[in-house]
């Protein structure tokens, strides 16, 4: 399994596509504006508490509160209050936490109101950036997450990661964190922890712990709301917490950028500095690497699948759904269940992909084709849990109902990626309407050329749009041409001007229409 972080940057925005062997799992952004990561830490104060939803909504600048519920406050919450106002005030400059003296905790079961008044000053940290109509969602149980490890201040706990299942290796991290752990700070120990020397843990560590020092030095007479401590870079945020020794590329196309991940991954893996590269091509880089032709095929609303079958994802402000179609090979099964097991298998897969690829989040209800073999229903359902290992998102999954339902939840922290796949319709009299991109009707013909060579067809010619036959005849190799490469088998392409733009039909030796 070869993994591939290909970066492009722009004037406002980068955007990062993570390949698993060539296929695009993972989209994302960092604008300039977004001034909301999850991570960022603020300086805030209490607009008011609401007892009658036990939370509190907090200015943090955004044009909406962000929201506080009781359950986020963390249980060390009258430390932190202390905290923030002595050394807001600067009758504290020691900001090591080994002498400080901590106060009682809060009960786990208590009220807003008892705790936290208007206009009290805080330190929030964004868990879910703002979505739709909603600000952001914050916590002032604070963290601050490095490459091996996370560090919880106000804390006394060791935590190991849940993904590392070996004892020994678990004992024996918690031995050497332990030895190191600064006296008032907990630690998180993060998956890639495993295997690690205790000087890697450490030096890990005293960065974290620099970065606490430089956010407490902002807080002296600090503005409200103010951002005191933001998330390192999206690129190098990325490598810190998916990169490991599957990566076989890194490419970038902007040399300021591209010294900033080497030195990254210099200081992290510097056995692995060689995989960064500069892509100095005229071409686009997402173009070359066949990004742009994914990215148009997989954010519609029906996502097309290996042996016809498909996906229809559709979007409610609650909830998603997703039906799962079995196309053309319901007609051909010999053994319904098989195929039923077969179409289920692939979608599962390709589900999996479609929720990191969109960022999908919330409550996802999924419309497998019914299977009678209660066998099947559980092969199903521990393949999708194997696909879905490697989601960083935190996610529950439900065993099929006797509907063929399977319900999944899945963190939502940041808005969904949503890519427009439409196009204006060329062929419109009226303006407005739109029609499938031109790269998806491309495909769509592609997959239906391959049904139709399996039936052995000698001879085919297919007419179309002249657009769509100029698309595929131009260019060194053109699409026929690759066609011809895969196939042995030329396809002859004749332009019709009475075709609308998403028309085509294949007409066999004899001159006869295919259905």
């Not at 955004?62 to 060390?76: I, N, S, V």
């Not at 005229?282 to 173009?287: D, H, T, V």
């Amino acid at each position: 399994m070869d993994k591939e972080l290909i970066i492009r940057s722009s004037s406002e925005e980068v955007d990062f596509a993570l390949l698993k062997d060539g296929k695009l799992i993972e989209l994302q952004k960092d604008e300039d504006g977004n001034n909301f990561s999850v991570g960022d830490v603020f300086i805030a104060k209490i607009r008011k508490a609401v007892p009658g939803l036990n939370a509190a909504f907090v200015n943090v600048g955004y044009e909406k509160d962000a929201f506080l519920h009781y359950h986020d406050l963390g249980p060390k919450l009258p430390s932190l209050l202390k905290f923030t106002k002595r050394v807001s005030t600067g009758k504290l400059k020691d900001f090591s936490l080994k002498n400080f003296p901590f106060e009682k905790d809060i009960d786990k079961n208590g009220k807003i109101a008892d705790v936290l008044k208007s206009n009290q000053s805080l330190l929030v940290q964004i868990v879910k950036e703002p979505i739709s109509t909603k600000g952001p969602r914050i916590s002032s149980e604070l963290s601050i997450a490095g490459r091996y490890i996370v560090l919880v201040p106000f804390s006394s706990r060791i935590s190991i990661s849940q993904k590392i299942e070996d004892r020994e290796e678990k004992d024996r991290l918690k031995r050497l964190v332990k030895s190191i752990t600064p006296q008032g700070f907990g630690i998180i120990v993060r998956t890639v922890a495993q295997g690690k020397k205790v000087a890697e843990l450490d030096k890990d560590l005293q960065n974290l712990l620099s970065r606490w020092t430089a956010m407490c030095k902002k807080l002296h007479r600090a503005h409200h709301p103010t951002k005191v401590l933001g998330e390192m870079n999206k690129a190098s945020s990325i490598l810190r917490d998916i990169f490991n020794d599957t990566f076989t590329g890194i490419t970038v196309d902007d040399e300021t950028l591209y010294y900033q991940i080497k030195d990254y991954v210099q200081e992290i893996a510097p056995e692995k500095e060689s995989i960064v590269k500069l892509y100095q091509s005229k071409n686009p880089i997402f173009e070359k690497f066949g990004i742009e032709r994914q990215i148009k095929t997989s954010f519609g609303k029906t996502v097309s699948m290996a042996k016809g079958a498909y996906l229809v994802i559709e979007h409610t402000e609650a909830l998603h759904v997703i039906d799962v179609n079995s196309g053309n090979r319901s007609n051909k099964a010999n053994n319904q269940e098989d195929t039923a097991l077969e179409v289920n298998l692939i979608a599962a897969t390709e589900m999996a992909r479609q929720l990191r690829l969109r960022d999908m989040g919330g409550i996802i209800v999924v419309d497998f084709i019914d299977m009678t073999n209660a066998a099947n229903r559980q092969k199903l359902f521990n393949h999708l849990r194997d696909e879905m290992k490697d989601d960083r998102a935190k996610h529950k999954i439900l065993p099929p109902s006797k509907f063929g339902l399977i319900q999944i939840t899945r963190q939502r922290v940041r808005p969904e990626m949503e890519i427009k796949t439409r196009e204006e319709n060329p062929d419109a009299i009226i303006n407005g309407s739109e029609i499938e991109a031109p790269i998806g009707l491309v495909q769509k013909i592609t997959q239906d050329l391959e049904r139709l060579l399996k039936k052995d067809y000698k001879k085919m010619t297919l007419n179309t749009h002249p657009f769509i036959a100029a698309f595929l005849t131009k260019g060194i190799p053109s699409v026929r041409s690759k066609w011809f490469l895969e196939h042995k088998k030329w396809v002859k392409i004749l332009p019709r001007d009475a075709y609308t733009y998403l028309e085509y039909h294949f007409f066999d030796k004899d001159g006869n229409q295919i259905k």
